[in-house]
T-cell receptor, first 113, second 111 residues
Framework: GENVEQHPSTLSVQEGDSAVIKCTYSDSASNYFPWYKQELGKRPQLIIDIRSNVGEKKDQRIAVTLNKTAKHFSLHITETQPEDSAVYFCAAPPGGNTGKLIFGQGTTLQVKP | DAGVTQSPTHLIKTRGQQVTLRCSPKSGHDTVSWYQQALGQGPQFIFQYYEEEERQRGNFPDRFSGHQFPNYSSELNVNALLLGDSALYLC??????????FGSGTRLTVV
């Protein structure tokens, strides 16, 4: 079946600490893994994505790692800042069809100053 | 370069009524996908339109229907509204399957 599990549901860190959010997907054919950030009352915005032919991708303070064997991928945010506070969603396309995304349940990240 | 625009931004409807939501894709995009996001949940895929046809559909009843116009804009129609249809409805446009960009959404409240 099509399923994406995301943990934790809430995460609170001190400013400057690192935050890690993990997702597990069920369809081994999934080949694209985006992460979205959604601030209160706003649209989901793509912050980083990774394709199945690489194991890690980094963009400044944000990185995503992928373990295809275990079918899980993780978002890593280093040197967190208060403006990183938001809800983060992972997603995966079932059957490798990137036209349809199955989203995780979301993680509410709070960065305390 | 305009992003994805959705209208209206907010809407209140009575149970049993019908509603139409609109989406204009980002310039250069030809594919429109619709999602429903209940409060505190991740977006759930409703359907996708390409070349004026529904190409994929999620697990939503036939009360949910859509349309895509020759200029790539799209409408989402929901008939016989239920209280449980209250949600944020998001439109995402892309060029084929790439470059997913979300609009700001329409907040639908059914009373």
């Amino acid at each position: 079946g099509e399923n994406v599990e995301q943990h934790p549901s809430t995460l609170s860190v001190q400013e400057g600490d690192s935050a890690v959010i993990k997702c597990t997907y069920s369809d081994s054919a999934s080949n694209y893994f985006p992460w979205y950030k959604q601030e209160l009352g706003k649209r989901p915005q793509l912050i980083i994505d990774i394709r199945s032919n690489v194991g890690e991708k980094k963009d400044q303070r944000i990185a995503v790692t992928l373990n295809k064997t275990a079918k899980h991928f993780s978002l890593h945010i280093t040197e967190t800042q208060p403006e990183d506070s938001a809800v983060y969603f992972c997603a995966a396309p079932p059957g490798g069809n990137t036209g349809k995304l199955i989203f995780g349940q979301g993680t509410t990240l709070q960065v305390k100053p | 370069d305009a992003g994805v625009t959705q209208s209206p931004t907010h809407l209140i409807k009575t149970r049993g009524q019908q509603v139409t939501l609109r989406c204009s894709p980002k310039s250069g995009h030809d594919t429109v996908s619709w999602y429903q996001q209940a409060l505190g949940q991740g977006p759930q895929f409703i359907f996708q339109y390409y070349e004026e046809e529904e190409r994929q559909r999620g697990n939503f009843p036939d009360r949910f229907s859509g349309h895509q116009f020759p200029n790539y804009s799209s409408e989402l129609n929901v008939n016989a509204l239920l209280l449980g249809d209250s949600a944020l409805y998001l439109c995402a446009s892309s060029l084929g399957q790439r470059g997913y960009t979300f609009g700001s959404g329409t907040r639908l409240t059914v009373v």
